[in-house]
Every structure is written in structure tokens, then in C-alpha cells.
């Protein structure tokens, strides 16, 4: 049964994913499953007041200020506990399935994750040593902890930022980190309509506009040490890297993608598994760690306390 929340063409996507030769099936299977119980989180999720109403004027007096208007500390968890206790459950049975399901279920039914919003505020403000109290009680690593509890936000986050998603596409924000909820992009895409770099949040799934020659990660705008690579020109996928922070971002240009087709930069992301390969080659690093999802947001509100 299809999931209202899930985009209309995401079927078709993921079998066009099914034909690329180097993606193992396991990888897709694992990855349709997640996006799956992602939809379904939403749908059960939408019923209910995620976060407080603001008001456009609101938000913009925020932005004025570059400060990101999503905070979970806001959001209504109260009346959603079940919802997100049978998602949490779902993430744990997926995840069962490709690592020790006995550890896993161990994990899923532990006093340490009986709280799932303590367990989502401590991983979203970066407590490492909360998260390594877990791991070492539960015997899960850090990384599969902090892929469930970002599982668990993004449907959250997602559905808090929804009204604000079309705004904030041509608000002039221009800075690295989502004008939203703070998080850091994790791809980018060329608009077809007019050839504008836009980043997508790792967190909340916003878009916003960012310069073409610029690093989304430490903002150098050295030309000599900004490059990137293709396979071929023709190809709609580009690798940014910044030889200054030795990061990279992929990049999907619309403006070279059959305009009958949707963009969906979940699905275009692991198309492009290739490029991660390559930029880890090459020595650069991905914004895939904890601590580079969440760490512009708190530096963003830090910032705006003092």
C-alpha cells in the first residue's frame, strides 16, 4: 500500500536505481526500506501538531538575524510517543535484518532508549559522551545509534519545515547551514529554470540558494582550490571539492536531466555512490558524521545567545 507522503514518483525512481550495475541489491533493498518506513512516520506523524505555528513575519525577523527557527526542544513529542516508539521499532527490525538481530533487539527494547526524545535531543546536540554511555550499554556502535536517532528526527524535522520549503527555495539566505533547523547540506542540485545552486538540508530536507564557487562547508571562495570532476561532459553529476577543507559535495544539474523526469535527490544521492568512492580516493571527506549534520545549527544559536 502506497504511503500519501510518498512523492508520487518514487516507485519509478527506485527501479531506474535497480539498473544501475555497481549498487548492490542489498544496499537498495535496505535503502527502500528506510525511505518506507520514513513515509509511513509521516503519515502517522501529520496527524498530529508537530511544532508550534509561526508566522511568516516571524521567521523572517529569524533569518534577519541567521538564526535556523526550528528547534526540537519546540516540538509537541507528547501526543506523537507511540507514533515514534512503532517507528523506532520498524528502523530496529530493518536494521536487524543486515547487522545481529539479537543485539538489535536487545537495543530496541533497552532502558536506555526507553526515552527516544531524550534519545533524539542528546544525539541532535551532539553529546558524545551521552552516546558513548549507550553504545558501550547496549553494545551498539556509535554510528548505527546515530543513524537511528536521525531516522527518527527526520520525519520530524521534515514536517515542521513544510510549510516554510517553497519560502526559503528563494529567500536570500546564502549561508552553509539550513536556514530551517541548522543542519548541514548533503547534496546539491542546478535548477533547471534558472541555473541556481541549491543545497539540500541533511536533516530537514529544505532547499536554498548558495553561490556556484564557493565551498557549502568552510565558505572558501578561492577559485584554485575549488575544482571538480565528471565522468563525461554530458553528465548531469558533478564532484565539488575544496582543497581547503578537504570536503566534497555532490552535485546533480538539472539543466542536463530529461525534463519529463522529477528530481528526487534522496534517490540521485545513491545513483551517485560512485562519487563517494571517488572523493574518499582522492582524500576527501563527505558531511556524513554526526557532528557535521547538527554542529552549524548549534554554532548558529550558540551564537545568537551570547
Known sequence: MKNSSEPQWWREDLKRLRSVEYIPETYINFFESIFSAHYRAK???????????????????????????????????????????EHFREICSIIGKCEDPGRIENFAGSENCRDLEDLIRKTLSYDPDCLREISQKTGIDGSTLEFVALALARPLFELAAEDMKAMLAEYPWWQNYCPACGGTPFIARIRREDGMRMLRCSLC????????????????????????????????????????????????????IDQTRTVDLAIEDMITLCFDALGRQKGYLSPSSLSEVVTPGIKARQKNKE
Open 205 to 256: 530536507a529544505v532547499e536554498w540558494k548558495f553561490a556556484r564557487v564557493k565551498c557549502p562547508f568552510c565558505n572558501n571562495e578561492e577559485q584554485r582550490s575549488l575544482r571538480f570532476f565528471y565522468y563525461h561532459e554530458a553528465s548531469p553529476y558533478r564532484l565539488y571539492i575544496c582543497d581547503r577543507c578537504k570536503r566534497y559535495i555532490k552535485c546533480v544539474d538539472e539543466r542536463k
Open 43 to 85: 503519515d502517522h506523524l501529520v496527524k498530529e501538531t508537530v511544532y508550534p505555528s509561526l508566522g511568516r513575519k516571524d521567521v523572517r525577523e529569524m533569518l534577519a538575524e541567521r538564526v535556523p527557527f526550528i528547534h526540537f526542544d519546540r516540538m509537541s513529542i507528547g501526543p506523537l510517543r507511540e507514533h515514534l516508539r
